[in-house]
């Protein structure tokens, strides 16, 4: 009786330092963006390449990250967005890509996102791609699924 109670505890000891100790691994910190290029006020031109170099970082490992282009209509900034020309259509891109399995520090680079030359405007015909302020923006996320993001205005 008194061997099955010592065993008792001994058990209930160990799952609560076990289960403690579980609590220890959770991930709550998202990951780090430096963004090099483009740089914040950058012109990108229109039809051509961007230039894109990021260096991302996690204390656990990444998982993805994605870059958000799209027109600034003023919906975050104090001041109204600045047109160059009244015609075209505002341009828009969400492009994701996915780290490979266990990196803990990045460093992207590449020419993938390409400015175009024009877009299917709103009444469903080629428009030229509207100049102007744009955002950029880079979002990572980390395997627990913490996120962070960074954003800078870009011209076109």
Not at 12 to 28: P, Q, R, W
Not at 58 to 76: A, M, W
Not at 97 to 113: M, R, T, V, Y
């Amino acid at each position: 009786m008194k061997n099955s109670k010592i065993l008792a505890i001994s058990l209930m000891a160990i799952l609560v330092v076990g289960s403690s100790c579980k609590k220890d691994d959770v991930d709550n910190t998202p990951p780090a963006i430096v963004l090099g290029e483009p740089a914040n006020e950058d012109s990108l031109t229109i039809g051509e390449e961007v230039h894109f170099e990021c260096d991302f970082s996690d204390d656990v490992e990444l998982k993805s990250y994605k870059v958000d282009i799209h027109f600034n209509d003023g919906h975050t900034h104090n001041k109204s967005a600045e047109t160059f020309g009244e015609e075209g259509h505002p341009w828009t891109l969400e492009q994701s890509w996915d780290f490979e399995a266990g990196l803990k520090n990045s460093h992207i680079h590449h020419h993938e996102i390409v400015v175009p030359d024009s877009v299917v405007g709103e009444l469903g015909v080629l428009e030229p791609v509207l100049c102007g302020e744009y955002h950029f923006g880079v979002y990572c996320t980390d395997v627990a699924g913490n996120e962070s993001h960074v954003y800078i205005d870009v011209i076109l």
